[in-house]
């Protein structure tokens, strides 16, 4: 499949979706912050970075002519080695102590390789591409990519055996400190997925670890509502207290991304506006979006903007690849939840509690569909097709599982109700 420009597309058509049946959650005027492809956010970005790093820059990845490479003190060969060591140490064996020196050294060098990226888009404005390459270090850049991968990848799986509460005797957790370390550890794999792997494969123009990074930084953002109560406090204040080294761009990251239910809705769905840029005929990516602007906690998130996504995807289903076989259902029943009252014709009432009984009558349903997060059910649910290996999450957080019934519920009779708030009961 060929990639699509995306960059290029969505800065010369600022207001437009990023693709045809794709309305942004941001409405006129407000461009969306999380992206890398809205107008002017990677030339502002990049802008950022020069200001604070320019002295940085000349002696990160530019050489002069005729001469060796200067490489600054977090990117050079014996710290990316140095990093690549731990991660094994704690691929075989993993400690709190391994793992969290591993976090803070790759948090370091992944903010440098992001910002030195952000720069080459920069000078790519104004400098043909092949000569903004030949100046900087393509084999470091390709081999810190790389390193960084690998441990984020490590990190991935760790935190998430650790939040199934997988037993490891050597991963002990002092309870004083807890909060702060497993709040730092989220967030640098999200910002690592997210910001600093997904600007390395546009520049190595790697469409399918593009979206594997972004679908692994949904995941992990995802897992923060259910820990928050247990591990930290919904505030802006661990994101600057996390890691004394962190770039200002880490720090903003976590403010923006990790400090609010809003803030993780508005992240992700941002993440899924890239997916479906970058494969816009996959109709999951489409469905999860939906449930973000439908049900999650998204200010900027219009009925208005939310009917006009509903109506393209149920025009173009045809034309999508993967599609659920509950798709089309889903669309009904959240155009009826968005929908005010006096919009909701009999037949429409009548219409949505025959789908409502025949996708949450049981738990069963809800547990093979994946439709909420099930406490009890152990096995991971995977996407469909060229994603089977990557983790797919539930449809409906249990923040917008509650919305939605909540507004679902009054149009059942009292047996209907009884029979979904048995099932519901069930599955917890």
């Not at 060098?109 to 393509?138: C, K, R, W």
């Not at 761009?249 to 899924?272: D, G, M, P």
Request: glycine share 4%; net charge neutral; proline share 5%.
């Amino acid at each position: 499949m060929a990639r699509p420009n995306v960059r290029t597309a969505n800065q010369q058509r600022p207001r437009q979706p990023l693709i045809n049946g794709v309305q942004s959650v941001f409405p006129k005027g407000k461009s969306n912050p999380y992206s890398r492809f809205h107008p002017l956010g990677a030339l502002f970005a990049a802008a950022v970075a020069v200001i604070l790093a320019v002295f940085l820059y000349q002696s990160l990845f530019i050489s002069p002519k005729g001469g060796n490479s200067k490489i600054s003190t977090f990117l050079s060969e014996d710290n990316l080695s140095k990093l690549e060591s731990i991660t094994s140490e704690v691929e075989k064996q993993p400690t709190a102590l391994l793992f969290g020196e591993m976090m803070e050294v790759s948090t370091r060098v992944g903010g440098f390789l992001e910002l030195a990226l952000l720069q080459m888009v920069t000078e790519s404005e104004e400098t043909p591409e092949n000569e903004v390459i030949s100046v900087y270090d393509h084999t470091l850049l390709q081999r810190s990519g790389k390193v960084i991968r690998r441990t984020v990848d490590i990190a991935y799986e760790t935190l998430l055996k650790l939040l199934r509460g997988v037993p490891n005797a050597n991963f002990h957790l002092p309870s004083e400190h807890s909060p702060r370390m497993l709040f730092s550890w989220m967030v640098s794999t999200a910002q690592m997925y997210n910001a600093v792997l997904t600007e390395f494969y546009l520049r190595e123009d790697n469409t399918y670890h593009h979206a594997v990074s972004l679908i692994r930084s949904v995941n992990v953002l995802g897992w923060a509502p259910s820990t928050h109560a247990n591990f930290f406090n919904w505030s802006e204040s661990p994101c600057q207290s996390s890691y004394e080294a962190a770039s200002e761009k880490w720090t903003s990251f976590c403010e923006k991304s990790c400090t609010s239910l809003t803030t993780i809705a508005t992240r992700q769905a941002a993440s899924y506006e890239e997916l479906i840029a970058l494969y816009p005929r996959y109709a999951p990516f489409r469905l999860h979006y939906l449930f973000l602007l439908a049900l999650g906690e998204i200010p900027h998130a219009k009925s208005e903007a939310v009917l006009q996504t509903i109506h393209a995807q149920r025009k173009g289903l045809s034309t999508y690849t993967n599609v659920d076989g509950f798709h089309s259902s889903w669309l009904d029943l959240l155009e009826f939840h968005v929908r005010s009252s006096d919009q909701r014709s009999a037949e429409k009432v009548d219409n949505t509690r025959k789908i409502v009984r025949g996708l949450l009558q049981s738990c069963g349903n809800l547990s093979s569909h994946h439709f909420i997060k099930l406490n009890h059910v152990k096995h991971e649910v995977h996407w469909p097709g060229t994603f089977s290996n990557e983790i797919r999450p539930p449809l409906l957080t249990r923040a917008q599982s509650l919305n939605f019934i909540k507004k679902t519920l009054p149009i059942m009779n009292a047996q209907e109700e009884a029979i979904i708030l048995e099932a519901i009961k069930e599955c917890q």
